[in-house]
């Protein structure tokens, strides 16, 4: 069965402590993806992966890095959180990277929300 | 750029009735369209997916869906809903390569006994 899974559930952080989100899969999928919640806003693409050590900005990483040294593990960097940034944040991934179809289905982890104060 | 329109951030519906989930989306390119749904707590789950093979999509938990390019739209329905369908709802149309999806903003879905 497929399955993705994100380190916390629940994560409350002060503001300017560095922050770290991973997401692991465990179907050998080429993508993935990091996401970020908000009422009334949807999903907003924060980064996404399409192979190891290989990464694109989405629409909204101003204040964001990831890293993906290996090919089931994708991790979202919060350098110095800020109150802004309290939200869900969901990973996701999906098969076929560069070659990948616009078809492919994306399998989300559970989220962790996380709270800055 | 592609993205889709959800209307009414909560819809109510009595428990029996009709659920219609209205999504619109715009497209330069032949779109693919997806729903999803996250129950409390949890994920996003697919419901289903639009990929040019049949304009009559069917999901999971009996939700189908219709493609309208002369419409473009890909509305969400359910005959007879139940309590368990409670959920947030999100449609979302997919970017060319490297499967890069653009969600709505979603639709809280009340059952009402």
């Known amino acids: 069965d497929v399955k993705v899974t994100q380190s916390s559930r629940y994560l409350v952080k002060r503001t300017g402590e560095k922050v770290f989100l991973e997401c692991v899969q465990d179907m050998d999928h080429e993508n993935m993806f990091w996401y970020r919640q908000d009422p009334g806003l949807g999903l907003r693409l924060i980064y996404f992966?399409?192979?190891?050590?290989?990464?694109e900005k989405g629409d909204i990483p101003e204040g964001y890095s990831v890293s993906r040294e290996k090919k089931e593990r994708f991790s979202l960097i919060l350098e110095s959180a800020s109150t802004n940034q309290t939200s869900m944040y969901l990973c996701?991934?999906?098969?076929?990277?560069?070659?990948?179809?616009?078809?492919?289905?994306?399998?989300f982890g559970p989220g962790t929300r996380l709270t800055v104060l | 750029a592609q993205s889709v329109t959800q209307l009414g951030s909560h819809v109510s519906v009595s428990e029996g009735a009709l659920v219609l989930l209205r999504c619109n989306y715009s497209?330069?390119?032949?779109?693919?369209l997806f729903w999803y749904v996250q129950y409390p707590n949890q994920g996003l789950q697919l419901l289903l997916k639009?990929?040019?093979?049949?304009?009559l999509v069917k999901g999971i938990n009996g939700f189908e869906a219709e493609f309208k390019k002369s419409e473009t739209s890909f509305h969400l329905t359910k005959p007879s809903a139940h309590m368990s369908d409670a959920a947030e709802y999100f449609c979302?149309?997919?970017?060319?390569?490297?499967?890069?999806?653009?969600f709505g903003k979603g639709n809280q879905v009340v059952v009402i006994p």
């Open positions: 639009y990929t040019s093979a049949a304009t």
């Open positions: 992966s399409y192979d190891v050590k290989m990464k």
């Open positions: 497209s330069s390119v032949p779109p693919y």
């Open positions: 979302a149309v997919s970017y060319f390569g490297y499967n890069r999806l653009a």
């Open positions: 996701a991934s999906s098969s076929n990277g560069l070659a990948g179809g616009p078809s492919d289905t994306q399998y």
